[in-house]
């Protein structure tokens, strides 16, 4: 299994500043990923981090807004940009597969609460 | 992309009964079907899943079926315990990206 330390666990921000959030995992993983979890719903894959390139971003989220970093297999930033009071949520990093078989479960950070006001 | 339908959205039972839940999802291509368990202010943790090539999976008081054909999947507690109340997520996991998509979540409510 995979651990993951995610951070800050919750911060309260300003609208219109960013917050940059840092996922570490204890050993090389294949898949690294970012979702949104609005309180009481279900989780929603913000995009999916690569390791040497651009982040692949589902419907509805762009670079801009949510820029992400993977320098290295075992780290990845996501930056909630210029933030408004409907970015309040939590933020939950997560990883899948070693670096050899990425066919494995998922394994999620503590997760981020931010609230922006 | 994987669309995934989780029901019933919140489920009470009393303890000692049995509970299901069901999910559908839209991709044939996906292979991989885990459920998770999120208690409050914690992060999901997986209690089991089941892949493609298998049509049932027990756990102890927990088990998963999956029809491939039309597209489901459910998870089965047996003998709910009032520490099974949580939100539980269905997921679903393509062959090509690899990513999860997730369902709604149910939350499961066992009244000791």
């Known amino acids: 299994s995979a651990v993951i330390s995610q951070k800050p666990s919750r911060d309260i921000c300003q609208r219109g500043t960013s917050l940059t959030i840092q996922c570490q995992v204890d050993?090389?993983?294949?898949?690294m990923f970012w979702y949104r979890q609005q309180p009481g719903q279900s989780l929603t894959l913000i995009a999916t981090?690569?390791?040497?390139?651009?982040?692949?971003?589902e419907s509805g989220f762009v670079i801009d807004k949510f820029p992400i970093s993977r320098p290295n297999l075992t780290f990845s930033t996501l930056t909630v940009s210029n933030m408004s009071p409907e970015d309040s949520s939590i933020y939950l990093c997560?990883?899948?597969?070693?670096?050899?078989?990425?066919?494995?479960?998922?394994?999620f950070g503590q997760g981020t609460r931010l609230t922006v006001v | 992309g994987e669309n995934v339908e989780q029901h019933p959205s919140t489920l009470s039972v009393q303890e000692g009964d049995s509970a299901v839940i069901k999910c559908t999802y839209s991709d044939s291509a996906s292979n991989y079907f885990p459920w998770y368990k999120q208690e409050l202010g914690k992060r999901p943790q997986l209690i089991i899943d089941i892949r493609s090539n298998v049509g049932e999976k027990k756990d102890q008081r927990i088990a998963v079926t999956l029809n491939k054909t039309a597209k489901h999947f459910s998870l089965h507690i047996t003998e709910t315990q009032p520490e099974d109340s949580a939100v539980y997520f269905c997921?679903?996991?393509?062959?090509?990206?690899?990513?999860?998509?997730f369902g709604s979540g149910t939350k499961l409510n066992v009244k000791p």
């Open positions: 050993s090389q993983v294949t898949m």
């Open positions: 997921a679903a996991k393509g062959y090509n990206f690899n990513k999860f998509y």
């Open positions: 981090a690569n390791q040497g390139s651009e982040a692949t971003y």
């Open positions: 997560s990883v899948t597969g070693g670096h050899v078989d990425p066919n494995t479960e998922a394994f």
